[in-house]
């Protein structure tokens, strides 16, 4: 039976000599900063969604729905998300319409577009 096989048994390094170079009870991240990684994880998902959105959704009124409930009220998240739009590589007319969809979920009210006034 050769080391790479489906019944090979890889060593545990916990049984070894080998230790946690941590102190025991400590976390991997500092609790003052918990709130901010997980502030930039819900505003990736939500700059990820209202791109896949922009794409998909032909109802605004149910991408900003969508979005807003993703978002749980955390408005800076929303704000952060608009920024992170920004420097994603994606065609114009994608990142505009993320960004409307973004800025309909933050403001509550959805933007007109330079036809519509």
Not at 6 to 31: D, I, M, N
Not at 49 to 62: E, I, M, V
Request: hydrophobic share 45%; net charge negative; proline share 7%.
């Amino acid at each position: 039976m050769t080391a790479y096989g489906p019944a090979a048994r890889v060593p545990s390094l916990a049984a070894g000599p080998y230790g946690c170079p941590q102190a025991p009870g400590r976390g991997v991240s500092p609790p003052w900063g918990r709130g901010k990684v997980v502030r930039m994880a819900l505003a990736d998902v939500l700059t990820e969604r209202a791109l896949a959105l922009a794409g998909d959704a032909f109802d605004d009124q149910a991408a900003v729905a969508e979005l807003r409930d993703l978002a749980h009220g955390d408005r800076e998240a929303l704000d952060h998300a608009i920024e992170i739009c920004l420097v994603r590589p994606v065609t114009l007319a994608t990142r505009q319409r993320a960004i409307e969809l973004l800025a309909n979920a933050l403001y509550g009210e959805l933007a007109t577009g330079f036809g519509d006034a």
